[in-house]
């Protein structure tokens, strides 16, 4: 698999109503690393086939700037996934997102019907790829074999149908979610993929939005699935490195590569060792910080 | 014959004078001749001007057939005033006037029935909207002449020039003492600034007050000082105060809107202008407020201190006055509540009339000093040219307001509006009408992307820094073509007496003919 999907930034993704031509048309204007057009649960059963439809054609009709996803609906427990597959795969999607992922038998029927379609239209492989949503405990247990799929780049957690089946109720603080999140976050990290946290509904709520995107960055989490465009913007702005940051990530990127060059031995800066980890580490931060537009420019300073 | 912004003219326009074709910005200077003015008259001591209606108003000033009357629109959609005095007008049988009036809104869409009777026969105004919009568009003719539209700035100019003459001038006012003192700062229908009655009362021949808080103390501070006043009226309700300044106005939640604010807002950040010392003039459209609010978060930010700004103000940039963020607000319209009360209380909320606002004919109008304006636009075309008056079907349906006056003083006029509405491109080859010509404009703000006027190189190589999405205008339409395809042009009649209104330039000269559309 391409390793460049796998490790694209997607802080935010953004859902988008299948059935709505405005929404569509507007959707890559806000600067959201991914769009997710909905045909699952936003969309009423009467115009599930209308939204099928819209999402076929705005996909080859307009050439949207970012990524692009399909929540398509479930393959098994509804009589719609299949449909919706062979009416969108054509038509190219980045990504495409399963509802409440249960077991590897989805993913692999899903991954099946993929390849078909990649080999058929000339596509190469591995263009299309898959997100899993966990949105129940069932899917939480099987998550570790989900992730390790090998079209799977990403496990998201479906926060408002996981705590329908806990039986419980959305807070502030988050406690309700913690087991999952936890669980999803070393599923995804396991199998090397990204981590998805889940919307957070309450739009005109922006202070409690700050707080539950800082809580999940500080987790671990990749990024969040976002519902409004002024979401985007505070989800960005967590997720940009601080200058110092930046500054030393620059630092030290400039520092492995001088002494890749120059055949050092031990590299350090600013009196720590760096290895792998710290330079993977480095490199996401220069990506986060060209994502916000920030450039900076700094040589290395330490040497041995 | 062309005139210098590519409009053909046709060499007369019935029930007009000859227009000198628009040259240029700056091009065309007044003749040496003095400042029209009123005819003097006396005032004897104890004499009450007060009448008990505004029939007997109407009477006592002897407005007759043929004779021209003024309104300003300080009510702006909650006027009562223009109706109470056409009414007491028809009442009277008196025919053939003209209303040169500082703008129209929908509710005077009542005018339709006095432009039929034969009671209206000719309009000069900034704005025309509504179904009279849409009236005056499909019925050219129904008037002696074509409605001419002038900026603000433009109709000062005429006004002080003695081209528009006005008889009488009706003039709602919020609070008026017995001697004619007025104010716009409190009453039931407070709406703060008069800057544009503030012109009409020093030109007219009479000034006729309507008033719906007749005090019996003084007025003081006023706007229209008892000097210029002949007759006052009390009546129960000059205008619907929610229709004239409520609350406060809410920045847009338009998830489009803030985005082109936003991008607006960076545009004047990286322009070069963004500096301590700097002017602005915002606007009052949801659009306008949003910038305002990314405008007002960079400057405390970046800890700038603006000198002044002028508008049209809401109660963010009487913030942002208190604040300290600017030394002095120049006020001609006041749109909400909040600004109001700043008006009253703070004394560097200054009331200005519309001549100091933007007459180009004056030894200095405030916008000659200013920096930075946000404007808004139905189309924009290649030139950069910009509409505001008609919308892509030709239909009359917004009004030329000091659009531009602000375009030409400025040093950075900023165009923020959608790419796309509904499922037409706002970039033309060349659009419908010209109110502000391209030379004036320096850069385009949409959802989709900005240009730049290839004239500002200075600020082509500023924004290059910006991260945003600068390109050519060419490139822009392109975007919208192919997103929607290009539209046809529509169809508009040749023949001179369909010709429904003229787009009079700030500095008199005709700029662009409304023609209607077939």
């Known amino acids: 698999m391409n390793q460049d999907v796998k490790s694209r930034l997607r802080r935010t993704m953004m859902f988008v109503p299948g059935n709505s031509p405005k929404m569509i048309n507007n959707a890559d204007l806000y600067g959201a690393d991914t769009i997710m057009f909905d045909v699952e649960d936003s969309i009423a059963v009467s115009q599930k086939d209308a939204a099928r439809i819209m999402v076929k054609y705005a996909l080859k009709a307009i050439p949207f700037s970012c990524e692009t996803a399909v929540r398509v609906n479930h393959v098994t427990q509804t009589p719609f996934g299949i449909d919706d597959l062979k009416a969108i795969l054509p038509s190219k999607p980045d990504l495409i997102r399963l509802p409440k992922t249960e077991s590897v038998d989805e993913v692999r029927l899903v991954t099946k019907m993929i390849k078909e379609v990649e080999q058929r239209e000339g596509f190469p492989e591995g263009s299309i790829n898959i997100i899993c949503a966990i949105e129940s405990v069932r899917g939480l247990y099987e998550v570790r074999a989900i992730a390790k799929e090998p079209r799977v780049i ?6 408002e149908d996981f705590i329908a089946d806990l039986r419980t109720q959305r807070t502030q603080r988050g406690i309700e979610f913690y087991h999952a999140r936890s669980e999803i976050l070393m599923a995804a990290r396991d199998a090397g993929i990204q981590a998805m946290d889940t919307v957070y509904a309450d739009v005109a709520n922006l202070e409690g939005f700050r707080q539950e995107v800082t809580d999940i960055k500080d987790m671990g989490f990749d990024g969040k699935s976002v519902v409004h465009p002024t979401q985007i913007g505070i989800v960005h702005e967590i997720y940009t490195p601080t200058e110092k940051q930046i500054a030393h990530a620059v630092k030290v990127l400039a520092c492995y590569k001088d002494a890749v060059e120059n055949n050092k031995g031990v590299i350090t800066v600013d009196g720590k060792m760096i290895d792998g980890p710290i330079v993977v580490r480095a490199e996401r931060i220069v990506a986060q910080a060209k994502a916000a537009g920030i450039l900076t420019e700094e040589g290395c300073k330490d040497e041995k | 014959m062309k005139n210098k912004a590519g409009r053909e003219l046709p060499d007369h326009i019935y029930g007009l004078k000859a227009y000198r074709p628009y040259e240029g910005l700056f091009v065309n200077p007044p ?19 007060v009448l008990p209606s505004l029939i007997e108003a109407v009477e006592a000033t002897g407005l007759r057939d043929g004779m021209t009357i003024s309104f300003h629109h300080h009510f702006r959609n909650g006027d009562y005033v223009n109706k109470l005095v056409m009414t007491a007008i028809a009442s009277k049988g008196i025919k053939d006037i003209t209303i040169a009036t500082s703008s129209l809104n929908d509710c005077h869409d009542f005018l339709i029935d006095y432009i039929e009777d034969g009671t209206v026969t000719a309009l000069e105004t900034s704005g025309l909207r509504g179904k009279l919009g849409a009236y005056l568009t499909k019925n050219p003719g129904k008037l002696k002449r074509p409605v001419i539209v002038r900026s603000h700035g433009g109709r000062a100019r005429a006004i002080e020039a003695g081209e528009v003459k006005i008889d009488v001038a009706f003039m709602g006012v919020p609070t008026c003492d017995r001697f004619g003192n007025a104010t716009g700062r409190m009453g039931k229908s407070a709406c703060g600034s008069l800057g544009y009655a503030m012109l009409d009362s020093r030109f007219a021949e009479q000034v006729v007050l309507v008033t719906d808080n007749l005090i019996d103390g003084y007025v003081f501070p006023y706007s229209i000082p008892q000097t210029d006043v002949n007759y006052i009226v009390a009546v129960e309700a000059i205008g619907d105060p929610e229709g004239i300044a409520s609350g406060i106005l809410k920045i847009t939640k338009n998830p489009i809107q803030l985005l082109l604010a936003e991008a607006a807002a960076k545009v004047i950040e990286h322009s070069g202008y963004f500096k301590n010392g700097y002017s602005i003039q915002m606007g ?19 800890q700038i201190k603006g000198s002044f700004g002028v508008g049209g103000v809401t109660g963010l940039f009487a913030q942002m006055l208190e604040e300290g963020l600017f030394e002095i607000c120049y006020d001609t319209q006041t749109f909400d509540t909040t600004a109001i009360q700043s008006l009253r209380e703070n004394p560097r909320h200054v009331e200005i009339s519309s001549s100091f606002y933007a007459n180009p004919w004056s030894p200095g109008p405030i916008i000659n000093d200013l920096d930075v304006v946000i404007l808004g636009a139905t189309e924009v075309d290649l030139d950069f040219n910009v509409n505001v008056i008609t919308n892509s079907n030709g239909l009359l349906m917004g009004a030329s307001g000091g659009h531009s006056d602000i375009a030409a003083a400025s040093k950075l006029a900023i165009i923020v ?3 796309i509405r509904g499922r037409l491109p706002m970039v033309r080859d060349r659009v419908q009408n010209i109110v502000t010509p391209g030379e004036s404009i320096d850069v385009v703000v949409t959802d989709r992307g900005i240009a730049v006027n290839p004239r500002r190189q200075d600020l082509i190589d500023n924004l290059r820094k910006s991260g945003l999405k600068i390109m050519t205008i060419e490139e822009l ?4 073509h192919k997103l929607i395809g290009k539209p046809q042009e529509i169809a508009l009649s040749k023949e001179d007496k369909d010709i429904v209104a003229i787009v009079e330039y700030r500095d008199g000269t005709l700029l662009d003919i409304i023609r209607k559309p077939l």
């Open chain 2, 31 to 49: 003749e040496p001749v003095p400042m029209a003015g009123r005819t003097l008259r006396i005032g004897r001591p104890s004499s009450n001007k």
């Open chain 2, 284 to 302: 009052g459209g949801g659009s306008a407020l949003a910038v305002g609010r990314f405008i007002r978060e960079k400057m405390l930010k970046q």
């Open chain 1, 154 to 159: 990403a496990i998201a957690l479906g926060g």
């Open chain 2, 417 to 419: 509006m959608p790419l």
């Open chain 2, 477 to 480: 339409q392109e975007v919208a």
